[in-house]
C-alpha cells in the first residue's frame, strides 16, 4: 500500500498565493502508527480540514507531533523568523460587524473573491525554537492570530510529545472575549522566511469535552 496516494478524510492543501515553494504533506507509517509527515526546505503551506465545533462543548484539543528539529533563526517577534517547525492552526467563526471600516472592506473583499468569509480570529499552537513555553503574542504579519508556544526547543526533538489544551480557555487568554464556533483545524510546517529545512509529524487529533 502506497500511504503517499491515501488522503485523510476531509483534509486538504492549503497553499499561499505569495509562496512559490509549497511543504510536503503526505501519510507515512511511523512507530507503528499512520500520521502525517510534513516536509518543508525553504517553503510553506498547510494541510486544513473544515469544521463546526462549539468549543464549549468539545474545549479540548489532543494531538501528538514529533520534529525533527527547531528553527536556528525562528523568531516569535519577528517576520524574518516567522517560522515553526510545527504547529497546528485553529481558526474560530467571528462576527464581522465587529470589524472596522477597512477591515470591513477587506473582509467583503476576500469574501467575494474566495467565496467564503477570511478566517477572523485564529490560535496558532507552536514548536518554537527559543521562547517560552505559555508565551502567548500576536503574530508578527496579522494581529487577528495568536501564537502560543506548546513546546519549545531542542529537548524533546526526534520524540512524539502528547499535547493537550483547553481552546476555550486559551482563547479568552489571547483574545479577552469568548469564541464563536471551530471553523477549521489545520497543520502547518514552515520555513520559508528563515530558509531552513525541518521535517514533523502530526496524529491523532481529536476534540474532546471536558471531563473533569
Not at 472592506?105 to 469574501?111: D, F, R, S, V
Request: charged content about 25%; glycine content about 6%; proline content about 5%.
Amino acid at each position: 500500500m502506497d500511504l503517499t496516494d491515501i488522503t485523510p478524510t476531509g483534509w486538504k492543501p492549503m497553499h499561499f498565493d505569495s509562496i512559490e515553494n509549497k511543504t510536503a504533506y503526505f501519510l507515512s507509517r511511523d512507530d507503528n502508527k499512520i500520521v502525517i509527515q510534513a516536509v518543508s526546505h525553504a517553503s510553506a503551506s498547510a494541510y486544513y480540514k473544515k469544521t463546526n465545533i462549539s468549543p464549549n462543548k468539545h474545549p479540548i484539543l489532543t494531538w501528538h507531533w514529533k520534529v525533527s528539529n527547531t528553527l536556528k533563526k525562528g523568531n516569535i517577534n519577528s517576520k524574518d523568523g516567522d517560522d515553526y517547525a510545527a504547529r497546528i492552526y485553529i481558526s474560530f467563526d467571528y462576527d464581522p460587524d465587529r470589524l472596522s471600516g477597512m477591515e470591513s472592506i477587506k473582509y467583503k473583499l476576500y469574501t467575494l473573491t474566495h467565496d467564503e468569509p477570511p478566517p477572523l480570529a485564529v490560535i496558532n499552537y507552536v514548536w518554537a525554537n527559543q521562547a517560552p513555553v505559555d508565551t502567548i503574542v500576536s503574530n508578527v504579519y496579522n494581529p487577528r492570530v495568536k501564537m502560543i508556544v506548546v513546546q519549545t526547543g531542542d529537548t524533546k526533538t526526534g520524540h512524539w510529545q502528547l499535547e493537550k489544551r483547553n481552546i476555550l480557555e486559551d482563547y479568552i487568554r489571547a483574545f479577552g472575549e469568548t469564541p464563536g464556533n471551530i471553523s477549521g483545524i489545520a497543520i502547518m510546517t514552515d520555513t520559508d522566511n528563515t530558509g531552513e529545512s525541518a521535517t514533523a509529524f502530526y496524529g491523532d487529533i481529536q476534540f474532546q469535552a471536558d471531563k473533569r
